[in-house]
């Protein structure tokens, strides 16, 4: 059978599934007792091993079959997560999304994976996974060929000293079975079951998986820990049928010390090395619940919304480029929508004025569906941010929390495709450069977990995506000491610039105020290669500082909304369009009631005042100059909580209009967007109030 033809579909199906896997991780990791979220990481990762066994990549359903063993001890509750279980199949999960990104760019999937690979087989064994990854490719561990002691690894040890010191009680049993028996796997399982309901096996000798082979003689020795009484537990082991001898001895910390010397030495001592057979079947032996530590917290926390299921989403995929002929032909339309409307009006004939109100309705839903089509929540691309902030987080030894915002807003699919590595960028910098370490942060009187909080929200027709971290703030002396040193500024231009200005040289090509460049980041490298990336997509970063207080950095970007509903004003002789999403109301202002504070017109909006923004100067209209009227129409506008007031001449009304384009022949001007197409066939120009408030 020819699976090509399906391969795009497991490509995206696999994506969808990593990006559960990471983001249910980060929950677990914060709630690790938490078995629900376990259920469906666990599902998440059985789905991925059989599209990958389906689709003939066998390195790729053999890695996630391996971390399905781990998962499958912990959804059972005999393991209980630790850090060093939680970074193992995060590195796991990274190699997963290596494989599938080569299998995107046509390769096979195959990837060197034995290190993590022997780490999870050592997890599923109950050994520290630090023994597997120190292992060479396909070697296996020494298996003890004397029953004398069992070798503990520094993992189990501490464990078990750790449950003598919340009151559980440590047991060593040893149990024999009788010589003429015939099923010594099935006895010797029905003691492991017993044992299971009333605690946790840590370590035994021989390994279960050689004791369901019958690989043993017929005695074996365990690590067991319990609340039962050590007499009443000898008693249940002996009734089971055919055991011979049963010794259930309790120890404290100094026989469990002496314990585990013995069979540090019987293991070096040993002569014989077998190699052990593929553990397929997970093995009972765990860490105890006693063994969690309540200090076990993630260094960096994200507060996403948590996805759990639910009913699967019905979606069809369809290329970008038939949306946009698409959302072109429609935007044709409705520019003769407007056009039939206004003929309608002039020709009073009822029937017409009548068909034509009924398909304004028809194409007013069919328009919204169209604007829906492109359009695609942030949430896909926040949603790789708390993973990757978490792993900075911890190699940077620093306590941080995420704070997500915002997600649900909605940007075209466009931009969002090429968004994602700025923000990368920005985040990797507020986390290396701005937050600072946990000791700097205490002696600032600050908390000791620095947060950075990521949002985004719509203003006009563009929407805004913010990070801003509560750490050290930009220091104007060290950037324009900096931007001297390097020849970006002279003397005297540093002078007279502004602190926004100063803010902007950070995008400067090859500027850096980090005293050691580190792997991660320093303040400024690859901040050229964002603004460039930003500018490319219509955008613009803006940065807002206090030092010692924190940074914001605010990226503007546009909708690229063919369609928007806007105000459509006159000055003059001329037309304007203003976003309806921009504007919080409509006014009356008398002359009188224009104040002038510092040199600029501020007018008083319910309580406070705000400026008032002379639009016939802007823009030079030849005929119209709001000096000469008794009182004024103003458009009180917003950008997130700032307020500003434009003067205009006359409110022509709302209206649905398309979004063109002014081309590559005409210079980017500051305050417009674009043009659009009037009914009578008349250009009116759309404005970009955000422009007017700093």
């Known amino acids: 059978m020819d699976m090509n033809q399906y391969l795009s579909m497991f490509i995206d199906e696999s994506n969808d599934h990593l990006q559960s896997l990471n983001e249910n991780m980060l929950l677990l990791e914060q709630t690790p007792n938490d078995l ?20 003939g990549f066998e390195d790729l359903a053999s890695l996630t079959h391996q971390m399905e063993n781990v998962l499958d001890l912990v959804r059972n509750e005999k393991l209980v997560m630790q850090d060093f279980i939680f970074d193992t199949l995060f ?27 022997a780490d999870l087989q050592a997890i599923v064994r109950g050994e520290a996974p630090s023994a597997g990854s120190a292992k060479s490719a396909g070697s296996a561990p020494a298996k003890q060929e004397t029953n004398t002691a069992i070798q503990l690894d520094e993992f189990q040890y501490s464990v078990l000293q750790q449950s003598i010191g919340e009151g559980h009680r440590v047991l060593y049993i040893d149990v024999a079975i009788r010589d003429d028996c015939q099923l010594k796997a099935v006895r010797a399982y029905m003691v492991f079951d017993l044992l299971e309901k009333s605690g946790e096996v840590i370590k ?43 010794s259930v001895v309790e120890l404290d910390h100094e026989s469990l010390q002496q314990m585990a010397e013995m069979g540090a030495a019987s293991a070096q001592s040993a002569a014989a090395v077998a190699e052990e057979t593929k553990p397929d079947t997970a093995a009972p032996a765990a860490a105890a619940p006693a063994a969690e530590s309540k200090d076990n917290k993630p260094a960096a926390a994200a507060k996403p919304a948590a996805k759990t299921g639910g009913a699967p989403a019905r979606t069809i995929r369809v290329d970008i480029e038939r949306l946009d002929v698409l959302m072109n032909l429609f935007s044709e339309l409705l520019i003769d929508r407007v ?54 987080a911890k190699s940077l030894d620093k306590k941080l929390e995420l704070v997500i915002t915002g997600a649900e807003t909605e940007l075209d699919r466009t931009v969002i495709d090429e968004i994602g590595d700025p923000l990368v960028h920005l985040l990797r910098n507020a986390v290396d450069h701005g937050i600072e370490s946990p000791q700097d942060r205490v002696a600032a009187g600050k908390p000791e977990t620095g947060t950075v909080h990521l949002r985004a929200f719509h203003s006009g027709n563009h929407v805004f995506i913010e990070i801003e971290e509560d750490g050290r703030g930009i220091y104007r002396d060290n950037v324009l000491k900096s931007a001297l040193k390097k020849g970006i500024v002279t003397e005297e231009e540093a002078k007279g610039m502004s602190d926004e200005q100063v803010h902007q040289l950070l995008f400067a090509p090859g500027f850096s105020t980090a005293e050691k460049i580190s792997d991660v980041s320093g303040r400024g490298v690859g901040l050229d290669v964002v603004k460039a990336k930003i500018t490319s997509l219509g955008g613009q970063v803006t940065i807002y500082s206090t030092p010692g207080k924190g940074t914001n950095f605010s990226v503007q970007l546009p909708l690229t909304l063919s369609i928007i509903a806007a105000m459509l004003v006159k000055m003059g002789s001329e037309k304007y369009a203003i976003p309806l999403s921009s504007i919080v109301e409509t006014g009356i202002v008398k002359k009188e009631q224009i104040r002038q504070a510092h040199g600029n017109k501020m007018v008083d909006f319910r309580g406070s005042m705000i400026p008032l923004i002379s639009l016939s100067r802007i823009f030079e209209v030849p005929d119209f100059n709001e000096e000469d009227e008794s009182e004024t129409e103003i458009i009180v506008i917003h ?19 398309v979004l063109k384009n002014l081309g590559k022949y005409l210079p980017q001007i500051k305050g417009i967007s674009g043009a659009t197409i009037l009914g009578d066939g008349q250009v009116a120009l759309i404005l970009d109030p955000n422009v007017f408030i700093k």
């Open 91 to 117: 590195k796991g999960l990274d190699a997963l999304e290596a494989m599938v990104e080569d299998i995107t760019q046509g390769g096979e999937g195959k990837a060197d994976v034995s290190a993590i690979v």
């Open 36 to 55: 629900s979220i376990v259920q469906i990481i666990f599902r998440s990762a059985h789905t991925l091993k059989g599209m990958a066994a389906t689709m």
């Open 339 to 392: 056009r039939l409307e206004q003929l309608a009006s002039e020709v009073q004939n009822h029937a017409l004025t009548e068909t034509v109100e009924h398909m304004s309705r028809v194409s007013s839903d069919l328009q919204n569906i169209v604007l829906k089509l492109r359009m695609v929540p942030v949430d896909t691309v926040f949603s790789r941010f708390p993973r990757m902030v978490r792993d900075l």
């Open 204 to 246: 035994s000798h021989p390994t279960v998986q050689d004791i369901e082979q019958e690989k043993f003689e017929k005695s074996f020795s365990l690590y067991y820990i319990t609340q039962k009484d050590p007499a009443e537990l000898k008693q249940q082991i002996l009734n089971v049928s055919e055991i011979d001898q049963a």
């Open 639 to 657: 950008k997130g909580d700032r307020l500003a007031a434009l003067a205009v001449d006359e409110f022509i009304g709302q209206n649905e209009i």
